[in-house]
């Protein structure tokens, strides 16, 4: 039996929300299904989850200073990228272009099991509501989870996850700014695309005939973070994926 816990919400009165540039963009505030195989749930975490979860991955971060798995910005050819990393449960190794549950002589620390229940009841509530997802509600396995912390004026390009064994979904925690999340298509990183609003507290599914959509996030509005979510400034967002079949 599906039940969506959390449904819609007054923004206002919830995070004390202002008008800001961003309001060019509909802000749909209940679980809908984007596309097939995109699920936008608002509202998903309360402040006190989103508390809960900043306060924990700091504890990480702060375990893994100065070491090989320590939260990072990734460096390319290109240049550097404006968010910071930091892998729970697997570490994707860029050279080799696979999973890994070591680098350099360190274990990749563990999911909190916090975070594995709210990722999965994610993926339970987005399944009752878009069939391309459902069967994944009860066989979801997670095993590698993406820590990434966006400061003030950053983004992410258009990119796909494409490297994963399973095709499982793809799971999306966000906290603290406002965030334009970019969906594009499966072929390239041109049109068509849709811009989806992520607030603080939002959860994002994406899997089935999207699983493999190129994804970004355009901007962030810092003057958006909500008091009491363990923010001050800038945006988290954890995503949680199944990588072994």
């Known amino acids: 039996m599906c039940t969506i816990l959390k449904t819609a919400f007054d923004i206002a009165t919830t995070f004390g929300w202002v008008p800001t540039l961003f309001d060019s963009y509909p802000v749909p505030r209940s679980p809908q299904v984007i596309r097939p195989g995109v699920v936008h749930l608002p509202g998903?975490?309360?402040?006190?989850?989103?508390?809960?979860?900043?306060?924990?991955?700091?504890?990480?971060?702060?375990?893994?200073?100065?070491?090989?798995?320590?939260?990072?910005?990734?460096?390319?050819?290109?240049?550097?990228?404006?968010?910071?990393?930091?892998?729970?449960?697997?570490?994707?190794?860029?050279?080799?272009?696979?999973?890994?549950?070591?680098?350099?002589?360190?274990?990749?620390?563990?999911?909190?099991?916090?975070?594995?229940?709210?990722?999965?009841?994610?993926?339970?509530?987005?399944?009752?509501?878009?069939?391309?997802?459902?069967?994944?509600?009860?066989?979801?396995?997670?095993?590698?989870?993406?820590?990434?912390?966006?400061?003030?004026?950053?983004?992410?390009?258009?990119?796909?996850?494409?490297?994963?064994?399973?095709?499982?979904?793809?799971?999306?925690?966000?906290?603290?700014a406002t965030a334009v999340f970019r969906a594009g298509n499966s072929g390239n990183r041109n049109k068509p695309w849709q811009d989806i609003l992520l607030l603080s507290g939002d959860a994002l599914v994406f899997g089935g005939p999207s699983r493999k959509i190129f994804h970004g996030i355009k901007r962030i509005d810092d003057a958006t973070v909500p008091d009491n979510c363990g923010l001050e400034k800038g945006r988290i967002n954890m995503t949680f994926r199944q990588v072994e079949l």
């Not at 991955?57 to 290109?78: G, S």
């Not at 099991?113 to 878009?130: G, H, I, P, T």
């Open 44 to 176: 998903f975490l309360s402040l006190a989850e989103q508390r809960a979860i900043v306060g924990k991955a700091r504890a990480v971060a702060r375990r893994l200073a100065h070491t090989p798995l320590a939260m990072h910005q990734q460096q390319w050819k290109t240049g550097t990228m404006s968010a910071h990393l930091m892998s729970l449960g697997k570490h994707w190794e860029y050279s080799s272009h696979q999973y890994v549950s070591e680098w350099q002589g360190q274990n990749v620390p563990a999911i909190p099991d916090s975070f594995l229940a709210q990722a999965y009841e994610a993926m339970k509530q987005a399944a009752c509501l878009d069939s391309s997802l459902a069967p994944w509600a009860s066989h979801y396995r997670i095993d590698a989870a993406l820590v990434n912390y966006y400061p003030p004026g950053s983004g992410m390009g258009l990119h796909q996850d494409a490297f994963e064994e399973s095709s499982a979904p793809v799971v999306s925690l966000s906290i603290g």
